[in-house]
Every structure is written in C-alpha cells, then in structure tokens.
C-alpha cells in the first residue's frame, strides 16, 4: 500500500505488463511521459503503436514503424533483466530496465538522466546503436543470425540450470529462387519482411526470432510443450499459406517449411542447429509446407 502511494507521487516512471504484454500498471509518470490513452486493454505493441502516431512518448525515428516495432520486440523481455537509455518526444532522457519474472511479467522503472553530461551520453547513444545495428537484420528488422544464436545459448544454458523447457524451430521459405526468378529480387524482398511481420504477429513476447540465412528463420520458443509448438507451427503454416504478399500479383502465394525439436540438455546450439537443419531438409523431401521434428517426435 505504502509503496502503491509512494509510485503515485514518484518522478520515477513506473510500469507493469502481464505475461501477454498488457499494461496492468503504469504511475501518473509514467503515464505522462507516454501519453498512454485510457483504455481498458492496452498492449505494449497498442502504447509505441499510438505513440508513434501522435509523435508522444518514445521517441520513434523511423519511416518504417513496422521494422522498428519487429527490433525493438527483437530485444524486448528476452532476459531476466536488462537496462538501456530512451529518449521521448518530450526531449527528456530515460535510464530504463525491465524486469522480467519467471511468470512473464515484466516491470518497467525509467528514471530521467537528462541532466547527465551530454558528452558521455552521446558516446553511450552511439555506442547503443551500433549494438543494436550488430543485432539487426536490416530487411526484416528482426534478429540477424549472430542475435539469435546469442540467444539460443541462453535458452540452452535455462534448460541446464533451471530446467525450463524450449522449443526450436528452423523455417525456410519454399522455392524461393521461383520467387525471384519470377518477381525480381524486389518482389523476393516484400515476401522475407511479409514472412517476418506475419510471424512475428503469432510470437509472444518472449520468443526469439531470427533471419540466419537468405530465406532461412529461426525461432526460439522458451518454456512450451511438444504439442504447443506444434500448434504454433501449424498455425505459422496456415497463416502463411493463405497470405498474399504481393498486391502487384494478388494471386500470388508461397509455403514454407519447418524442422523442429525440443533442445536437450545435452545440445550445444551448433548441434542443435544441425539437427533442426536436417529436419528441415526432411520436411522439404516429404513435399513442403509442413514441418518434421529432428530425430523423432518427443513423447507427447
Ligand atoms: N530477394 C531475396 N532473395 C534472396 C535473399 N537471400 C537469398 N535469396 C535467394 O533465395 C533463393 C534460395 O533458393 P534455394 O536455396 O535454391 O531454395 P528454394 O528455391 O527456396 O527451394 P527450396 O528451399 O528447396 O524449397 C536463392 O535464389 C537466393 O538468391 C534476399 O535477401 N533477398
């Protein structure tokens, strides 16, 4: 109670959002620096969204919302803890960090560093943008192939220590060359970021998801089972079946395929990576547009 009333009056930015992403708390700072509207359910996704819009709250210098949204969620509640600097539109400067707790709810405290040297301050800006370039791939905005693997270190290092459980999947687009070949490397690109944003819409916030090849995805998925992963594979197919990426060819559609497996404690992420990868191959051989899981099914 006591510290419920200390948050109301604090010029500390206070925040909490559920393990879907939705803001269960934010104190009238926090609520201030980011305009945030009163709603009854708003997600994160919701908050930049408007955010970018109105030109309030975080600072978005982009022309492409969508690559933006896909980086930032690239780096977003993936760790127990991380801490980085924001600006706002307002031209203040934020420290922020996020908590995140076993149960997925992630705690957001910023506090104002404007008055901090700005010299410092820029080396640490260009430093922080270079860090997230060298995690970025710049078609899609997601994780680039180093970012992802980073990742997959992580997610192998919970699974010894703590025992939590992950999914990993490796997707590749079908007869992409045709894709090419008939469209132009232009019309090849549309479909990677259309693939990218698609995905992306399924992923909950703690999924990992990187582009480590041409037309080659990976995806992490922390703490599910057998049976939800293949229900999230299932549906990333389905969606992508019925898509149509391209409004220059409104007819136009693709597939694509996915090899899969649980990690083990005794995978290190090359290995795991292999078998995924031949998974992959074998998914391709049985005719595309479905997914086969790397050595055999894990008992369901
Ligand atoms: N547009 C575009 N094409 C790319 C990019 N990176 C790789 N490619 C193309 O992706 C194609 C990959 O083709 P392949 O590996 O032969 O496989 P595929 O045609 O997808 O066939 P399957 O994987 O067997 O279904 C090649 O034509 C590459 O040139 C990229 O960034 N943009």
New binding site residues.
Partial sequence: MQMMSLHETSPVLVSLFDEKDNLRYANPAFRQAYAVPNVPQLSWTDLVRSNFKEGVGTQIQTLDFETWLASASSRRGKQPFRAFETDLTDGRWVWMTETVQANGWLLCIASDISELKTRSRLLRQARDIAQRAAQTDV?TGISNRGHIMELLDQRLDELRNDGRSCGVVLI?????????DTYG?????T??RHFARTVQKVLRREDGFGRV???EFLLLFPGVEVQTLEHAIKRILDKVRTSKPLPEAPKFGYTC?AGMRMLHPQDDARSAYGLVDKALYAA?AAG?DGFVWANQAPEH
């Fill in positions: 078609l590749d687009l079908d007869h992409f060359k045709q894709v090419n490397h232009q019309g090849g690109d479909v990677l090849g041409g037309e395929s391709k595309r």
